[in-house]
T-cell receptor
Framework: DGGITQSPKYLFRKEGQNVTLSCEQN?????MYWYRQDPGQGLRLIYY???????QKGDIAEGYSVSREKKESFPLTVTSAQKNPTAFYLC??????????????FGPGTRLTVT | AQSVAQPEDQVNVAEGNPLTVKCTYS??????LFWYVQYPNRGLQFLLK??????LVKGSYGFEAEFNKSQTSFHLKKPSALVSDSALYFC??????????????FGSGTQLTVLP
């Protein structure tokens, strides 16, 4: 899982509550990403950020929000507007593209359960 | 739009036998292709990538993948499977449905089980 940490590993919340998932990287990577993983569906992109103070919506951004105030940190908030928040959430990062590498490196994930 | 397909949800192979996990892709432009492995309740680990050059790409843990442009495939292979290779494998292509170049689009995953 390299230099990307996600906390907590397991998170339980009641329906209607907002919850924030932490993602920190010490790889000095410029870009960071949040994916959601559901059984049998692969990974789907929620948000990504290429530089500090800038981020873009992915394919399933509704009900989520992010911030990128520091290069090392990219927290994800799951709001009460997200209809099916129970899932495994994965954070990833990648190095600047000009260096010719395009792979992303993933954290260990946070399993969120909302009841 | 970029997409990948992993036609097999489950692959079983005996330990010591060669293994193949299949992936086909659809892209506009040159494909940048990746394989990742995921163990239970863990993040994804990068195995290998094809960007350009030799069609046979070698990666971590003895895995390799063959890029075939005419068949639009990027199958993952290993000459001799280990029980410890049992995991969920994802193929991915650079680029997303909405046209973003930076994201990866993932297949639905193939569960590999190596039987002792």
């Amino acid at each position: 899982d390299g230099g990307i940490t996600q906390s907590p590993k397991y998170l339980f919340r009641k329906e209607g509550q907002n919850v924030t998932l932490s993602c920190e990287q010490n790889l000095n990577h410029d870009a960071m990403y949040w994916y959601r993983q559901d059984p049998g569906q692969g990974l789907r992109l929620i948000y990504y950020s290429q530089i500090v103070n800038d981020f873009q919506k992915g394919d399933i951004a509704e009900g989520y929000s992010v911030s990128r105030e520091k290069k090392e940190s990219f927290p994800l908030t799951v709001t009460s507007a997200q209809k099916n928040p129970t899932a495994f959430y994965l954070c990833a990062s990648s190095i600047e593209e000009g260096l010719g590498t395009y792979e992303q490196y993933f954290g260990p994930g946070t399993r969120l359960t909302v009841t | 739009a970029q997409s990948v397909a992993q036609p097999e949800d489950q692959v079983n192979v005996a330990e010591g036998n060669p293994l193949t996990v299949k992936c086909t892709y659809s892209v506009s432009g040159n494909p940048y292709l990746f394989w990742y492995v995921q163990y239970p309740n863990r993040g994804l680990q990068f195995l290998l990538k094809y960007i350009t050059g030799d069609n046979l790409v070698k990666g971590s843990y003895g895995f390799e993948a063959e890029f075939n442009k005419s068949q639009t495939s990027f199958h993952l292979k290993k000459p001799s499977a280990l029980v410890s290779d049992s995991a969920l494998y994802f193929c991915a292509v650079r680029g997303g449905p909405s046209g973003s170049a930076r994201q990866l689009t993932f297949g639905s995953g193939t569960q590999l089980t190596v039987l002792p």
